[in-house]
């Protein structure tokens, strides 16, 4: 995951956060050009309470405990840009600062529902169209449309193409790591910005799972038959990450091809060639997570 905070247009702070089996770091570059990290211990919610990591339960589970820590990994960039925004001493938000910002997330996260789920529901009802499947493929077709067009629209901001930045280093980090060379600038900057794993696929995988399970659901004519759809959000989170677990294993090497392609490709709209301080940063997160030794110099919390 990679962030990017703007406070006051005085500090902006980017950065990117890495997981391991057992940690999860955020390497951070500071206004002072240096790179501030925090690496935390981190059991996965799926380990720690064995019915989470049941089959079809997981995959919902993993995505939320996915949205916690990029909160984390957003709160302490925030910290840190607010920090050196009025000082060069790095403090923790007071209270007002993380309300805000969770405050921000909430909105964004009802943003999201409006956009990618009420949106296609209210087009697929305007076209009149009485039967359920027709019904459901038109609000389908709608919902990806939006999903693409929105990646499409916020390309075009500058602050988000640097996000986009950090994330093809993440990859180039994380394809060094696979293919057993040095972590360091030099070997990861010649891999490619688009990762087969990707988080991007997923999203992808997500958009049509839902379609094919909301197929089964029939016309919602009802408020409450617009609220079961949003019951069935946990389960097409399970479904797409069982499907992507499937699509990594011998057995799914068929999946694999049919889902890696589409992905890939999305991931020109989600990735950039970043420059050699974004690897870098990328690096001491990765360091980080692996509890690593001999990378960036870092400052570290």
């Not at 790179?35 to 939320?64: A, N, Y």
């Not at 997330?105 to 949106?119: E, I, K, Q, R, V």
Request: glycine content about 10%; aromatic content about 10%; hydrophobic content about 45%.
């Amino acid at each position: 995951m990679s962030t990017r905070m703007n406070v006051g247009g005085q500090a902006v702070i980017e950065g990117v956060m890495m997981r391991s089996p057992d940690s999860v770091a955020v390497a951070v570059r500071k206004p002072d050009g240096g790179i501030r990290v925090r690496c935390r211990p981190h059991v996965p919610w799926t380990k720690r309470v064995r019915p989470l990591g049941w089959p079809f339960i997981r995959g919902g589970v993993i995505l939320i405990e996915s949205l916690v820590l990029g909160f984390r990994a957003l709160e302490y960039s925030s910290e840190t840009a607010m920090a050196y925004a009025s000082k060069p001493d790095p403090k923790p938000a007071g209270p007002a600062e993380k309300w805000l910002m969770a405050g921000t997330l909430a909105f964004s996260f009802a943003a999201g529902l409006l956009l990618f789920f009420y949106l296609p529901l209210l087009v697929a009802g305007w076209t009149g169209v009485e039967s359920g499947w027709a019904f459901n493929l038109v609000d389908g077709a709608v919902r990806l449309a939006v999903f693409l067009a929105y990646l499409v629209l916020i390309r075009q901001w500058k602050d988000i193409r640097r996000v986009f930045e950090y994330h093809g280093a993440e990859h180039k980090s994380i394809f060094a790591f696979e293919s057993g060379k040095p972590l360091d600038v030099e070997s990861a900057r010649p891999f490619s910005v688009r990762h087969p794993r990707c988080g991007t696929s997923f999203l992808l995988t997500v958009v049509w799972v839902s379609i094919l399970v909301f197929l089964f659901l029939g016309r919602p004519d009802t408020v409450g038959d617009r609220l079961v759809r949003l019951l069935f959000l946990p389960v097409i989170g399970g479904l797409s990450y069982e499907i992507i677990r499937l699509a990594s294993t011998p057995a799914g090497e068929w999946l694999s091809k049919t889902l890696v392609a589409p992905g890939v490709w999305l991931q020109r709209l989600t990735t950039d060639e970043p420059d050699d301080g974004q690897i870098e940063v990328a690096l001491a997160a990765l360091h980080a997570a692996l509890g690593r030794t001999g990378g960036p110099a870092v400052e570290t919390d």
